[in-house]
């Protein structure tokens, strides 16, 4: 396409401080046929690219001496370290809901953080940086709602909002999304003009290109345009949009655009399958429907930092750890993965090995919070068990349990025989009792007869008396594996009331397990202490959440049997040793 030759010298000059004419109208008329909405060639300013644009904004517009910067509570990890650069501003992050800004919380902040005083060379104390169409890292799309909502809010305290704007363009949908700048209309009798559209050709052509543009309302571009900076350096990057101009005029950019969009769509696409179809259950994403990344929710006790370094070191796929993109390190649970570099096959293949990590991570969290809670729980068992059962003595001679004075002070006496009088309890299960004890709880005495004896046959005696020569022995006695199996389900097992606790977490969601168990164990030892405190042996309390933990609470009922049964014991064996003597 040739030119007249004076249209070639201009793009070698500083140019004029907003860009030229020329520049700023071809790229209005490019801008609101891909937007479908209209922008004026007058409220444009070319700059640098998107990071470009936020600085010349910050030191332009904000008052540093005293300036108050609101930003999303996760948000892009460059901009936020730029905006850290200014050492003298205040930065505020705002809870982030999933269709956008948390408008109550905002608002509350202006109210609490606004400065009282400003510069009186600045138009601004207070700004809210964000990214509204296709958010970094979330990829989330403001609503209709928050966004009028946030035009209320920013003429309301006179804020200035600053919309990183590089992802308008990359809709992978029908129809684009409305800017946020759009929603302040200048036709609105409180017009005054609150939001900047901040945006690059970085996303469009080349980073290496480092020119961009600012949407502006009227009083904003007359305060860039009069700026020191620009008025002495002249236009950024006067060449390049020289460039750009014939690109426009041209359709190569319509054209590229259109590759990128294409492009970028499929990358996408395929990086969801790879995610819909291998990511565990426990995690969760958001489909973009622009833009370049996908923000992954893990559970919140696994470290994405942790796991990032994982995915990197063994399955060569580097994914950005959430913390990065919180100015209060938080959102460690998150990591955000990028679909706009590789093909599509690559993606699918990264999608699934990052799945493999994440599944991988699960299972070493999971074992460890086992062990963790069956550690709580051994502890918690401990000082119960401890707190309900006295200090005893031995006996030095025979070897016995010598149960304290003062657990038998209160307790009543048979007038006739002298023994304690034992609270209500099932013949059949007082055996078990005493069996239970003989070997949990009491020491046998050195003179008792070892319980195997007591409970075999005469006919099983009398075969102890000697061996026939036709029969052989076994170490492995089907009797002997008989009795260890009843005495696990009959609760002799030191460990078999913990073991029924355990499992019940797998009913459950893992997050949800843990305060399962936890409420129960509560509600188990509230009605430990009430049963240890009621007199009436027909009133039994137990947890609401009892199905779960039926085979502990027995065990529970059967140590205070048996602390009755100890009693019982000790006075039986004083008698014997009184009328002995």
């Not at 505020?92 to 269709?99: A, C, I, Q, S, T």
């Amino acid at each position: 396409m040739n030119f007249p030759e004076e249209n070639h010298s201009y793009i070698f000059q500083y140019g004029p401080s907003c860009g030229t004419y020329r520049f700023r109208s071809h790229l209005a008329q490019f801008l609101s046929q891909k937007y479908q909405s209209t922008v004026e060639s007058s409220d444009l300013v070319v700059s640098g690219g998107a990071t470009s644009g936020l600085l010349l904004i910050l030191s332009t517009l904000i008052d540093l001496a005293n300036g108050v910067v609101f930003l999303d509570e996760v948000t892009y990890m460059i901009a936020l370290e730029s905006i850290k650069d200014f050492c003298t501003l205040k930065i505020v992050p705002v809870k982030l809901n999933e269709d956008g800004v948390d408008i109550k919380d905002l608002e509350q902040k202006i109210i609490k953080f606004k400065p009282t005083t400003n510069d009186i060379g600045k138009m601004f104390n207070i700004c809210y940086y964000t990214i509204p169409t296709y958010h970094n890292p979330t990829g989330i799309l403001f609503s209709d709602g928050v966004c009028k909502a946030l035009i209320t809010i920013a003429r309301k305290y006179d804020m200035l909002i600053i919309c990183d704007d590089v992802y308008n363009l990359l809709y992978y949908t029908e129809t684009p999304p409305k800017r946020l700048f759009a929603y302040d209309d200048i036709n609105d009798d409180d017009f005054k003009g609150h939001v900047i559209s901040n945006g690059t050709f970085s996303k469009l052509l080349s980073p290496g290109t480092r020119i961009g543009w600012m949407e502006c309302p009227p009083r904003i571009v007359e305060k860039f345009r009069n700026s020191g900076f620009l008025k002495s350096g002249g236009c950024i990057q006067n060449y390049v949009s020289g460039v750009i101009t014939s690109m426009i005029e041209l359709k190569t950019l319509d054209e590229q655009l259109e590759l990128c969009k294409q492009n970028y769509k499929c990358q996408r696409d395929a990086l969801v399958e790879a995610l819909s179809e291998n990511l565990p259950s426990e995690c969760s994403f958001i489909k973009p429907s622009g833009g370049y990344f996908i923000w992954i929710k893990l559970p919140e006790y696994i470290d994405g930092e942790d796991l990032c370094d994982y995915i990197l070191t063994n399955f060569k796929v580097f994914a950005i750890k959430g913390n990065r993109f919180s100015a209060e390190n938080k959102n460690k649970n998150f990591m955000r993965l990028s679909f706009a570099f590789h093909n599509p096959e690559t993606l699918k293949r990264a999608g699934k090995l990052t799945c493999e990590g994440i599944k991988k991570e699960l299972f070493v969290n999971f074992k460890n919070l086992n062990l963790i809670l069956t550690s709580i729980i051994l502890r918690i068992e401990f000082r119960i068990c401890k707190k309900s059962t006295k200090e005893m003595k031995q006996d030095n001679e025979t070897g016995e349990m010598l149960i304290p004075q003062e657990l038998v002070n209160n307790e009543k006496f048979d007038l006739e025989t002298g023994e304690i009088e034992v609270a209500e309890i099932e013949t059949d299960n007082c055996n078990e009792m005493i069996n239970f004890r003989n070997r949990n709880i009491l020491r046998k005495p050195k003179f008792n007869v070892p319980r195997s004896y007591l409970q075999q046959s005469e006919e099983d005696e009398r075969s102890r008396c000697y061996l026939s020569s036709t029969e052989s022995f076994s170490l492995t006695d089907k009797k002997r594996v008989i009795d260890l199996k009843e005495e696990i389900f009959l609760g002799y097992n030191k460990f078999s009331h913990r073991l029924f606790l355990i499992p019940s977490i797998f009913f459950f969601n893992k997050i949800g397990a843990i305060y399962v168990v936890l409420v129960e164990l509560l509600l188990h030892i509230w009605a430990h202490k009430k049963n240890s405190r009621n007199k009436n042996p027909k009133i039994y309390y137990r947890s609401p959440l009892h199905s779960l933990t039926s085979h502990f609470c027995n065990y529970c009922r059967e140590t205070k049997n048996l602390k009755e049964l100890k009693r019982y014991y000790y006075h039986k064996q004083q008698k014997f040793m009184a009328t002995s003597f």
